[in-house]
């Protein structure tokens, strides 16, 4: 069964940093695109990053490019988000999700999501 | 950039069909065939719905489709049932190798 936990939310200050991480299980991680897709709250799905499965192509949503990295330690099927310069429309429920594949076409979808993490940037 | 186009809500008696639309341009849905649809229930995390414009992953309902037409997508719902009410996004790769939701469609079930 396919589990992806994330965690490392919470309430931030303006200008601060945080670092998310989801904790991936039951399929090969290292085979696996994964993205980070984030809902402010009452608000719309928004992706956020995108990294192929062994990390080599990044990807992210001019939004929160050149302040967010996204990464993946293969060694201990986990993905991380490191968010830096938090604002205030950062604030949302952050979800991991597993890229989607037919045969070992990848096709751009999510397939898998996490409960999601809270991170909220407030002073 | 700019989200796609979905109408905010679109609503249905059991039984009837109901189709969300999704508008977008020729560097997002109109110029590839990775257009998906999710589905998502107040507090809790999207379900895959749709990929590749009109597939259906495993466990998904015969009674949701999807096709394309130029820069629009489209799902449909036939046969509503309550269980169908919630929130529906679609979502498309764009040229800038990123991907790109709608503003949601929330689907009322009368």
């Known amino acids: 069964e396919v589990q992806l936990l994330e965690s490392g939310g919470g309430l931030v200050q303006p200008g601060g940093s945080l670092r998310l991480s989801c904790a991936a299980s039951g399929f090969t991680f290292s085979n696996n695109a994964m993205n980070w897709v984030r809902q402010a709250p009452g608000k719309g799905l928004e992706w956020v990053s995108h990294i192929s499965g062994r990390g080599i192509g990044t990807y992210y949503a001019d939004s929160v490019k050149g302040r967010f990295t996204i990464s993946r330690d293969i060694s201990k099927n986990t993905l991380y988000l490191q968010m830096k310069s938090l604002r205030a429309e950062d604030t949302a429920v952050y979800y991991c999700?597993?890229?989607?594949?037919?045969?070992?076409?990848?096709?751009?979808?999510?397939?898998?999501w996490g409960q999601g993490t809270m991170v909220t940037v407030s002073s | 950039q700019s989200a796609l186009t979905q109408p905010a809500s679109v609503s249905g008696s059991p039984g009837q069909s109901i189709t969300i639309s999704c508008s977008g341009t020729?560097?997002?849905?109109?110029?590839?065939?990775?257009v998906s649809w999710y589905q998502q229930y107040p507090g809790k995390a999207p379900k895959l719905m749709i990929y590749h414009v009109s597939n259906r992953p495993s466990g998904v309902s015969d009674r949701f489709s999807g096709s394309k037409s130029g820069n629009t997508a489209s799902l449909t719902i036939s046969g509503l049932q309550a269980e169908d009410e919630a929130v529906y996004y679609c979502n498309s790769y764009t040229s800038s190798s990123t991907l790109l939701f709608g503003g949601g469609t929330k689907l009322t079930v009368l």
């Open positions: 999700a597993k890229g989607f594949y037919d045969s070992s076409d990848y096709l751009w979808a999510l397939d898998f």
């Open positions: 020729s560097s997002d849905i109109g110029g590839y065939s990775y």
